[in-house]
């Protein structure tokens, strides 16, 4: 099932965006996990916007992959980091406020960010996102 989606996705990507080859290299391993998919990127140009929204215990990573192929002005946005509250609860064994955590200690403690979160309230309930300005 998860491999059909990801052919239509890149159908459709293919015919809005025709000719990119860095689009085509992403979209030939969009069926993969994240962290394999990113393996296999190798040398491409610095992305305008990265959006992280897979797996929260693999934030951390993703937060690495991101920086890798950023330049300054990249915008990263991390979505569900603020889950109900649970991310300032230091003691949660829920491993994806803990890879959400780290990856929020990860954004602050980088120099090269400018990071903010912000909280929604909206029909799945409360929760936000990260904004991460590459400044170097
Ligand atoms: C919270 S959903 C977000 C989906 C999409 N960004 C959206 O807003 O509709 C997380 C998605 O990440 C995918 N996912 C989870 N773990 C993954 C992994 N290790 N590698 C790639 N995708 C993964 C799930 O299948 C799911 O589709």
Same mark, same amino acid.
């Given at each position: 099932?998860?491999?059909?989606?990801?052919?239509?996705?890149?159908?459709? !990507?293919?015919?809005? !965006?025709?000719?990119?080859?860095? =689009?085509?290299?992403?979209? +030939?391993?969009?069926?993969? &996990? $994240? =962290? /394999?998919?990113?393996? &296999?990127?190798? +040398?491409?140009?610095?992305?305008? =916007?990265? *959006?992280?929204? &897979?797996?929260?215990?693999?934030?951390?990573?993703?937060?690495?992959? $991101?920086?890798?192929?950023?330049?300054?002005?990249?915008?990263? !946005?991390?979505?569900?980091?603020?889950?109900?509250?649970?991310?300032?609860?230091?003691?949660?064994?829920?491993?994806?406020? /803990? %890879?959400?955590? /780290? *990856? !929020?200690?990860?954004?602050? &403690? +980088?120099?090269?960010?400018?990071?903010?979160?912000?909280?929604?309230? %909206?029909?799945? %309930?409360?929760?936000?996102?990260?904004?991460?300005?590459?400044?170097?």
């Amino acid at each position: 099932m998860q491999q059909q989606w990801s052919a239509v996705d890149n159908y459709l !990507i293919k015919a809005l !965006i025709p000719g990119d080859p860095v =689009l085509d290299r992403v979209l +030939e391993n969009n069926h993969r &996990a $994240a =962290l /394999q998919s990113l393996e &296999a990127l190798g +040398e491409c140009p610095a992305f305008d =916007l990265i *959006f992280i929204d &897979a797996d929260k215990p693999n934030n951390p990573h993703y937060l690495r992959w $991101a920086l890798r192929y950023s330049r300054p002005g990249t915008l990263i !946005i991390g979505d569900n980091v603020v889950r109900d509250g649970e991310v300032v609860n230091p003691q949660s064994a829920d491993e994806r406020v /803990q %890879g959400v955590r /780290q *990856f !929020i200690e990860m954004m602050g &403690a +980088e120099p090269r960010l400018t990071a903010t979160a912000l909280q929604t309230v %909206g029909t799945k %309930g409360w929760d936000g996102f990260t904004l991460a300005w590459v400044n170097a």
